[in-house]
């Protein structure tokens, strides 16, 4: 088959790896996953083609009813076959698809924020609920279990075993226990006490080191989850390819009305996160190849959407079948897997030191307490001795 057939690509050299075009002696070079392609059919299967520039460098959405990029290049005729496609239902009415070649996702990619999320509940975290009331229960029956001893062994009065009893819950701390302990006349109580300061001592143990963990490990604040979660409770506005098929997620009733910012490269969209709040939609494959290890960006936990990649055909096209064909057979000898390995490479996520050192700003609180404590006593101490000496 020595037909020459039209090829049709959306910007030329916007889009590596998918495709790259350069013109070496005047000579067309195809390179990327879908140039290699197009390439084994012409050494292989003698297949030709002409390149076409797609007017606005677009891969094509539904714009007042007609549709624009390379997949109104297919509907019109100026084209046969196109690279790089995602199938949609919308797209299926009016050009063909070939078998899956691969598949891919829409995420939303957006620079990574300076700060760290810091959670003060970790003050209580070590424990759960279930075992602070515990804590409390055993504590609270210690205390009781003291004062009935005053009761019994000294015979006190009922108003001062109240004020002994709020004595002992401020002050029944494994501290201030061990200088009481050999104090006790009941050989029952110092048994008693004696338990309960080293039961204490093991939940302070367990404690500090689960809260002295739990305050080195933090997470990267994530300033959204989902797209709903971006457009409805932050100021990051959305960003996409101007005449891709995410154009329909935005034609769509909830997201009907909602700001937009359209771009027409890669580039633009990148510098575009880079430099202000938006939150730039596209396949993470090929903005990867742009930025590389750059570790200033990151992605929303949930993706947009799944989609399936293929070339795509004009209704028109007379040999969609024997491409089918061949494509199939290279599928199947894994020469398009060992291709995508080769041009899309696992990506690497930055790695990040999980661990870090418990910071001032995460005890200021009971810092300012501790303080505040000691400068009262002073304080008090002061006018105690003034007094003193004044009497």
Known sequence: MAETSKFSNACQKAFPPDLTVTYTDKLLLLGGYFGEILNIFNRKFNISFKLNQTKGDQYGAIINGNWTGMIGDLTHGRADITTGI????????????????FDDKYEIIYRTLDQYEWNYKFYLQPYNTQMWLCVFAISLTV??????????????????????????????????????????SLTSMKLVYGFFIAFSM??????????????????????????????????????????????????????QNKSLRRVSTLIEGIELIY?????????????????????????????????IISIGYSKQFNYMEFF???????????????????????????SENLIHPVSFDQIVGLFILMMSAILISLIIGIFELIIGKIK
């Not at 299926?92 to 078998?99: K, L, R, V």
């Not at 003291?146 to 002994?164: E, G, P, T």
């Not at 143990?205 to 457009?231: A, Q, R």
């Not at 199939?328 to 996520?349: A, C, D, N, T, V």
Request: glycine share 4%.
């Open 324 to 350: 089918n064909y061949k494509l199939l057979s290279l599928k199947q000898y894994g020469i398009l897997s060992g291709g995508f390995k080769r041009f899309y490479p696992e990506q690497h996520s930055c």
């Open 86 to 101: 995602s199938m949609t239902s919308s797209r299926a009415d009016f050009i063909n698809f070939s078998p899956q070649l």
């Open 143 to 184: 205390i009781l279990f003291k004062v009935l001893a005053n009761i019994v062994s000294k015979q006190k009065h009922f108003s001062s075993n109240c004020l002994n009893f709020i004595d002992e819950l401020l002050l029944c701390w494994p501290i201030v226990l061990q200088g009481n302990l050999f104090s006790f």
């Open 202 to 255: 093991l939940l302070l143990v367990s404690y500090n080191s689960t809260l002295t963990s739990l305050l080195s490990v933090t997470e990267l604040k994530i300033p959204f989850s989902s797209l709903e979660d971006m457009i409805e409770n932050t100021n990051f506005l959305p960003a996409i390819l101007g005449g891709s098929n995410l154009e329909e997620i935005f034609q769509t009733p909830l997201y």
């Open 275 to 307: 430099n202000k709040k938006f939150g730039f939609i596209s396949s993470l494959k090929i903005v990867q190849h742009l930025i590389g290890s750059n570790c200033s960006f990151s992605v929303a936990p949930r993706s947009i959407s799944r989609e």
